[in-house]
């Protein structure tokens, strides 16, 4: 049966004690996966999720694991006209928004220019794609230059509906990925399993190959926002709960920390995707290692996707 990540890795002497250990189906990592140091990573995590005793003067802290400014983006995916793209960018730019959170929207390839040209420039613009090189002849590709040359700063790779649908492969989406940096566009780099994987205890083996595959392609990590989006939560209506969500984050935090840089670990913004709305946002926002959120159907509705970027407030806890 699949234990939690703390459930399986704290050895006797370990900094954290768990009465009743909660149970998260699907994150035992297989039979030949290794984790170093346990007790000084359980340490670390403890550090970081403990609260100060409550008869201390309360103040306003930001409940985060990582330095990265809190990050929300909306992937439009394929939805929209020319009419209701509108009424959203309408109800964006009338909606109050906090300073502290980087705010990113990826609209259809059709609909950028007219986003960009109307939309405040408080809000970023992302593609939801791109190709591995310059353009050419590669019928319904878009290029990274392209990208560039409408206004966009970002782009999504990796999304489950590219890999599951579509059908790209891991080394495929990192050629993406080092190619947008090399032209100075920002990567969403979208990790995640299938609910058979995580039934199957597989959640962190699959997602550990797929950032392994992102970190073989990047020579620099400073403009990649990682997004957890397990595929059974996208567009179910199931959500992770938080507890799971930041097992997940915690676990892929420290993988960064021993496979690629301490510094890329602390530096990180990992957001967590799938069903994802104005309900459990401010829920999942409390946890330390979820960093801000990246957010599909409730993108398209501007009153919810504003509550989910203001939900960056959730992250100020008394201690």
């Not at 190709?131 to 700063?153: H, Y």
């Not at 790779?157 to 599951?164: I, V």
């Not at 989406?173 to 566009?185: D, E, M, P, T």
Request: charge should be neutral; proline fraction near 3%.
């Amino acid at each position: 049966m699949a234990a939690s990540l703390a459930s399986q890795l704290s050895g006797p002497k370990s900094a954290i004690s768990f009465s009743s250990p909660p149970h998260f189906s699907g994150l035992r990592p297989s039979s030949n996966f290794k984790l170093d140091n346990t007790h000084s990573f359980f340490q670390n995590v403890d550090s970081h999720l403990r609260l100060s005793p409550s008869h201390k003067a309360c103040r306003p802290v930001v409940s985060m694991a990582g330095s990265g400014k809190f990050f929300v983006g909306g992937n439009w995916k394929c939805n929209g006209t020319k009419d209701s793209i509108s009424k959203l960018v309408s109800d964006l730019n009338s909606a109050k928004l906090e300073s502290d959170v980087d705010v990113v929207v990826a609209p259809p390839f059709l609909y950028i220019d007219q986003v960009k040209s109307s939309l405040t420039d408080r809000i970023e613009i992302s593609g939801q794609n791109c190709w591995t090189g310059k353009g050419g002849a590669f019928t319904g590709e878009i290029s990274v230059e392209q990208l560039k040359d409408v206004g966009c700063k970002w782009v999504i790779l990796g999304h489950s509906e590219r890999r599951h649908v579509i059908g790209e492969n891991d080394e495929f989406i990192g050629k993406k990925a080092a190619y947008a940096l090399s032209q100075n566009v920002g990567v969403i780099a979208c990790i995640g399993e299938l609910l058979e994987e995580r039934e199957a205890g597989k959640t962190f083996d699959v997602c550990f190959k797929q950032l392994k595959d992102f970190a073989d392609a990047l020579l620099s990590w400073d403009d990649v926002v990682i997004a957890y989006e397990p595929v059974w939560a996208i567009g179910t209506g199931k959500v992770a709960s938080p507890e799971q969500a930041q097992e997940v984050h915690a676990a892929v935090r420290d993988w960064l920390s021993k496979n690629v840089s301490a510094e890329v670990a602390s530096k990180a913004r990992i957001i967590y995707g799938g069903s994802v709305n104005g309900g459990n946002s401010s829920d999942l926002a409390k946890k330390e290692d979820i960093d801000g959120f990246l957010v599909g159907g409730a993108s398209l509705k501007g009153p919810e996707f504003a509550t989910i970027i203001n939900s960056v407030t959730s992250k100020k806890v008394a201690v």
